[in-house]
């Protein structure tokens, strides 16, 4: 058996409890499947820079918990990565992960001697957070605090971590411990624990080979799935590159940026996130001269530029931490090859690198400090979605060799990005430099070069400008300005548009009642069996003599007498059954009943039964054995109250959607519904759409579906349904987002989904839609919201219903 079984109900619960995004709910899963494989393992989960390995960090030690391990350590590389991980699971932090029903005690390098006695507590979840440098065996001060015997503990720190029996080790930025960094890597294993998990970005090629990645979330997944900023190489048609002409650029860029997420910030209501531009440099002396130029010509105001290096002082790293705060006044970050993980900020909007990015790994990381959404999410606004990356010489010759920055990025971690060659006219069009458009699409919004998959994403081909746009200066800075220049309006509901009541059925997973009875007679026994004595205790005795030597001097010696033993204080068995019967019913956990008072008769008597009890009074023991034995039956109580089964329920939760205020931007452009269909365009002019414009992902299912519903005289009043909305249906895959809801004039609620054929019947598709079918007879059943009812059609459907709603339905 497992010592950590999988429970797939429990990863269910600790997401939902989280809100953890669909990738890091996955990556949990799989974490849970690993764990339950057996002892001794180490595996890697590998997750795009931006998606959230922090929060997936906080659900593995969620999930552990509620499996009754109590000691997690957690290894980071670096100090801005160590002090932010102490902020992300310390409650009243302003980087508190909010949600977690388990509250660990956090022991640090610098704290623990004042966690003692919770160290030695086995009822509470203990965090250990070291920087990896902090375990090496001793050479500076911390690390002979880890390694040296402490008085208070009786052993050294890293001894205490080796002892114990359900250690768990978090390896953040795990490829920092592989491959050369061998002697890192062997002070992690050397823990002993009983699993290593390690989260990374960029894992390393020999863990790679050696099948120890078990979930990968690429990062054009990431951007496909609007989780990150569209990263935009930008650069000049006339081969500009020197230094001057390049920070230029960047600044302006930086400008045009700050003033779209101003007017954003102002028009939504949230404070002011202000972008930053980024510089990565190779040399010190190079980074300096960056630093100055800046200083001197683009960004004059006074500690608007901050230079760190590795000696960079306490005030500039402070600087740094607060780079994120809108009274900041820093508009640049010069760096060293210091910042290329660990630093985790939104407000990256630029980027400039004069160091050639020669691996996919250092792409990566470099490019990764730029890509975390401002706003928390996508927005539809360029200025605002996008990183932009000047370019320079070397940035050229990669995309003149078609290995520009992000294809790069998306073959080598991602399954191949190709360049797009879809047809011999668009490849033709793209080797003579014109600018591919969707039908009736601005060819403007067209990037200049694109890049896609080989393979689909979600079950629909991805749009390839989503995934990377390479485009030129000029271009970048029209668009971004626009966008700076536009009112800030948003997708909202027409005039007179209802709202519509959506009964989400949730799942919720709570604990059975406990009781005592749950915690059987073997169980007891054994626990008894290992208190069947006391374990003496012996005074030596030590006779100092003295003899006269053979000169008659006298001789001074030690001489060693029969050990005797030593009074020990003891307790009569009913007094010793008194004071466990005490200790049991007054536990939190145990409720004052008759029923749970015979319960803890029986476990208490079964107890002192295995620990050989018969009930004779003059049977003894001494209060160490007593006080052991009830600390003993505590922890067997806790642990059987913790790791009580779960029964799920469910309960109706009404949504009212459209959710107001608005949120989502308006996009731009807006094409009429009679235009020719472009995937990911949003179309307005509709007669019956709850909002005033939608935007779909296949003309044969979706788009035909909107055109059919918004025609129908039996339909009143329609609403488009976007995935990560509130508008959803659990299935045993996690959440299904169906593609309309339609409200017909007998006031029938329809949700209807679109599928093409090819798709129809899938394993997934089909479970989706037994789960929409359950969810209509559930709702139904009610009766307090409506009649609803389930459309599912396929391609071929649609069109033989040619436009018509009744010929559909039936």
Request: hydrophobic fraction near 40%; glycine fraction near 6%; aromatic fraction near 8%.
């Amino acid at each position: 058996m497992s010592w950590v079984e999988y429970e797939p109900q429990r990863v269910e619960a600790i997401a939902a409890r989280l809100d953890l995004r669909d990738a890091n709910r996955r990556a949990l899963r799989k974490v849970a499947e690993h764990l339950a494989e057996g002892d001794g393992r180490e595996f890697i989960c590998d997750l795009a820079t931006g998606v959230g390995k922090t929060y997936l960090a906080a659900g593995i030690l969620e999930y552990l918990a509620e499996a009754g391990v109590r000691n997690v350590v957690m290894i980071v590389p670096l100090d801005a990565i160590y002090e932010k991980t102490i902020q992300n699971f310390t409650p009243g932090s302003r980087k508190y992960i909010e949600g977690a029903a388990w509250e660990p005690v956090v022991v640090t390098a610098e704290n623990f001697k004042q966690h003692v006695d919770d160290m030695n507590d086995s009822t509470k979840l203990k965090l250990f957070i070291f920087k990896v440098q902090t375990l090496l065996k001793p050479s500076e001060e911390m690390r002979r605090k880890i390694h040296d015997e402490n008085e208070s503990m009786g052993e050294a720190l890293y001894a205490h971590l080796q002892g114990l029996d359900d250690l768990v080790v978090l390896a953040d930025e795990h490829h920092v411990y592989s491959g050369d960094a061998e002697k890192y890597g062997a002070t992690i294993r050397e823990l002993g624990a009983r699993a290593i998990v390690g989260l990374t970005a960029t894992p390393n090629k020999a863990d790679v080979r050696a099948g120890k990645v078990v979930f990968r979330y690429t990062l054009a997944e990431a951007i496909a799935d609007g989780l990150v900023k569209i990263p935009v190489v930008v650069y000049r048609e006339d081969g500009t590159k020197d230094t001057r002409s390049q920070l230029a650029d960047a600044c302006h860029l930086r400008d045009v940026k700050e003033s779209a997420w101003r007017a954003y910030a102002h028009a939504i209501g949230k404070t002011t996130v202000v972008p930053v531009l980024f510089v990565v440099c190779e040399e010190i002396k190079k980074a300096e001269q960056v630093a100055e130029t800046l200083r001197a010509e683009f960004l004059t105001e006074p500690d608007q530029v901050l230079l760190i290096t590795g000696g960079s002082s306490d005030k500039a790293l402070r600087a740094l931490k607060a780079v994120e705060d809108p009274t900041s006044p820093v508009r640049a970050v010069v760096s060293v090859d210091k910042l290329k993980e660990g630093w985790d900020v939104r407000n990256i909007g630029v980027i400039v690198s004069f160091r050639p990015l020669l691996s996919a790994t250092l792409t990566e990381q470099v490019l990764g400090r730029g890509l975390r959404l401002p706003f928390g999410e996508r927005t539809n606004i360029e200025a605002i979605d996008t990183v932009d990356i000047v370019a320079h010489e070397s940035y050229r010759q990669l995309l003149a060799s078609k290995r520009a920055l992000l294809e790069q990025v998306l073959e080598e971690r991602a399954a191949g990005a190709k360049e797009l060659s879809t047809t011999p006219a668009v490849k033709k069009s793209v080797e003579e430099g014109e600018e591919p458009s969707a039908p009736g699409v601005p060819a403007m919004t067209q990037p200049s070069l694109t890049f896609v998959f080989d393979n689909t994403h979600g079950g629909e081909v991805i749009d390839p400008s989503v995934l990377l746009k390479v485009q030129q200066y000029d271009t970048t800075v029209e668009q971004q300005e626009k966008g700076a220049a536009a009112t800030v309006q948003f997708v909202s509901p027409v005039n007179g548009a209802p709202r519509i009541k959506f009964p989400r059925l949730e799942r919720q997973a709570i604990p059975t009642k406990f009781s005592l009875s749950l915690i059987t007679k073997q169980q007891a026994r054994d626990l008894g069996s290992k208190y069947l004595s006391d374990e003496s205790v012996y005074m030596k005795r030590v006779a100092l003599d003295a003899e006269r030597g053979i000169g008659g001097e006298v001789v001074v010696g030690e001489r060693f007498l029969e050990e005797e033993k030593a009074y020990i204080e003891t307790l009569p068995w009913s007094t010793v059954k008194k004071q466990l019967e005490t200790k049991v019913l007054g536990l939190s956990v145990v409720t004052s009943t008759l029923t749970e008072f015979q319960a803890a008769s029986n476990v208490i008597g079964w107890f002192l039964d295995g620990a050989g009890v018969t009930g004779d009074e003059h049977t003894q023991w001494s209060v160490k054995r007593t006080a052991l034995a009830t600390r003993a039956i505590e922890t067997m109580i806790i642990k059987a109250y913790e790791l009580r089964a779960t029964t799920p329920t469910w309960d109706f939760n009404v949504i009212e959607v459209p959710v107001l205020p608005p949120s989502r931007p308006m996009p731009s452009p807006i094409l009429s519904k009679w235009v020719e269909f472009a995937k990911g365009v949003w179309y307005g002019e509709w007669q019956k759409n709850v909002e005033n414009v939608s935007s779909f992902d296949a003309r044969t299912t979706e788009f035909s579906l909107a055109q059919m519903l918004d025609s129908s005289s039996q339909i009143k009043w329609w609403m488009r349904i976007y995935t990560n909305g509130p508008t959803w249906i659990e299935w045993e895959g996690g959440r299904y987002f169906a593609d309309f809801i339609a409200i017909d004039t007998n006031g029938v609620y329809w949700l209807v989904e679109g599928k093409a054929d090819d798709d129809a019947n899938d394993e997934s598709v089909v479970a989706k839609r037994k789960a929409a079918e359950a969810w209509v007879e559930q709702v139904n059943d009610v009766g307090a919201y409506g009649q609803w009812r389930y459309l599912f059609a396929t391609e071929t459907a649609i069109k033989a219903a040619n436009g018509r709603w009744l010929d559909l339905i039936k």
